[in-house]
């Protein structure tokens, strides 16, 4: 008897766990690398969420948003009132157009440049935007799927519904004969119908 522990002491090693290390040398212990590639999730998810948190914007932040939507707005209106112009005064509009023909070319570029570059910055910034709110929904998809399954396990055709599990005495009634006379009358009725088949 000696001689076999000795055996297994040389090859294992003594100790409870000397087999489960020894096996853990050849094959990766599964629980702990589930546990390990949670806690990296986890990492991951809180680094995420906090590179695309919202802070909270204060009330210069506000205004200056409220003033960064103006120009739009007001160049989309500008046009149609010159359209309404042109048709209600003509020649009022013919010398506001004859003025600006006399703009240089450089400054048409300048203004075209300086257009240009702020609705590129403002898509740009509202591109970011759309992005962090993208990533927040991502980031509770997991949390929706789940509800979503459980939701699934409450409908009444969803497998397994029905089981009775370890419970004899439900599984005796759900099997026996029902007073119900709705429910005679239907299973009546499908043993006709199978007949016919």
């Known amino acids: 008897m000696g001689m076999i522990r000795n055996f297994f002491q040389m090859f294992f090693g003594g100790g409870s766990g000397a087999i489960r290390e020894t096996v853990e040398v050849f094959r990766e212990n599964a629980e702990a690398a589930a546990q390990r590639g949670a806690t990296y999730d986890q990492a991951a998810l809180a680094q995420f969420a906090g590179e695309f948190r919202q802070a909270q914007r204060g009330r210069f932040d506000r205004i200056m948003d409220g003033i960064n939507r103006l120009p739009r707005p007001l160049m989309a209106l500008g046009c149609l009132g010159l359209f309404v112009s042109a048709m209600v005064d003509p020649v009022w509009f013919a010398e506001r157009m004859a003025g600006i023909s006399l703009v240089p070319q450089p400054l048409w570029w300048l203004l075209g440049v300086v257009?240009?570059?702020?609705?590129?910055?403002?898509?740009?910034?509202?591109?970011?935007?759309?992005?962090?709110?993208?990533?927040?929904?991502?980031?509770?998809a997991p949390h929706v799927v789940a509800s979503i399954e459980q939701i699934r396990e409450l409908r009444h055709d969803s497998p397994g519904v029905a089981d009775t599990d370890a419970d004899a005495v439900l599984a005796v009634e759900a099997l026996g004969k029902s007073d119900n006379a709705a429910f005679a009358e239907w299973k009546g009725g499908q043993s006709k119908l199978r007949r016919k088949l």
Not at 117 to 139: E, L, W
């Open 115 to 140: 257009v240009s570059f702020y609705f590129g910055a403002r898509h740009q910034a509202k591109g970011q935007d759309f992005q962090k709110s993208i990533a927040a929904t991502i980031a509770s």
